[in-house]
């Protein structure tokens, strides 16, 4: 990785960051929530199954060279947004998610506190990217960027996405698949291949 700048951009304005990742496997996916992964699911409603998918906080995608990937949201632009969180041989950790004393980590393969599904993008190869945009917006969120999921593809359809409420037509990050996809914006969604 030749990156190391921490400022984090919408993923169209981002194809030079995203792109160095194809071709590279997925070692971890972690969720840093606002809150204890013991405290989710009294403290928001989600059900502890789901605290990895769809707690609030970002989403670390860590990579086998261990460069990481992160991903969040941004509500003034109405995005996804990403940004180099670490890159390789970085020495100076204070500054990236894992090191953030107020997130509280949620692993990807956690028995508890995330569903099965998510486990099996461990060890597999990202092969593509594609933004999900709202075709139906007001007028307001048409005069924004308004990239509301980014989609990590791994090859025969399978694929999960980062995405700025879509599960329940807010502006809340999640970690969802297409079946999470709120059925009222799903007619409204139009997908654009990055790589």
């Known amino acids: 990785m030749k990156l190391c700048a921490k400022k984090s951009g919408i993923p169209s304005s981002s194809r030079e ?10 070692i971890a996916l972690v969720r840093y929530s606002w809150w204890a992964k013991e405290d989710i699911a009294a403290t928001t409603g989600v059900g ?3 605290s990895f998918s769809l707690t609030a906080g970002p989403l670390a995608v860590q990579f086998e060279d ?3 990937l992160g991903v969040s949201s941004d509500p003034g632009t109405n ?3 990403v940004w180099l969180d670490r890159f390789i041989g970085q020495v100076d950790t204070t500054q990236t998610l894992n ?7 949620i692993q990807a393969n956690d028995k508890a506190h995330s569903m099965p599904y998510w486990a099996h993008f461990l060890g597999r190869t990202l092969c593509g990217f594609s ?3 709202i075709t ?7 005069s924004l960027p308004s990239e509301r999921g980014l989609c990590f593809h791994f090859g025969a359809g399978d694929r999960f996405i980062a995405a700025h409420g879509l599960h329940d037509g807010s502006d809340d990050f999640s970690v969802i698949v297409d079946a999470q996809i709120d059925a009222g914006v799903r007619e409204h969604l139009e997908e654009l291949a990055l790589f």
């Open 17 to 26: 960051l995203l792109k160095q990742f194809l071709g590279s496997k997925v």
């Open 48 to 50: 502890k199954p789901e």
């Open 66 to 68: 261990g460069s990481i």
């Open 79 to 81: 995005s996804v947004v």
């Open 99 to 105: 090191e953030d004393s107020e997130l509280f980590a």
């Open 131 to 133: 933004i999900i945009k």
């Open 136 to 142: 139906d917006m007001n007028a307001k969120q048409a």
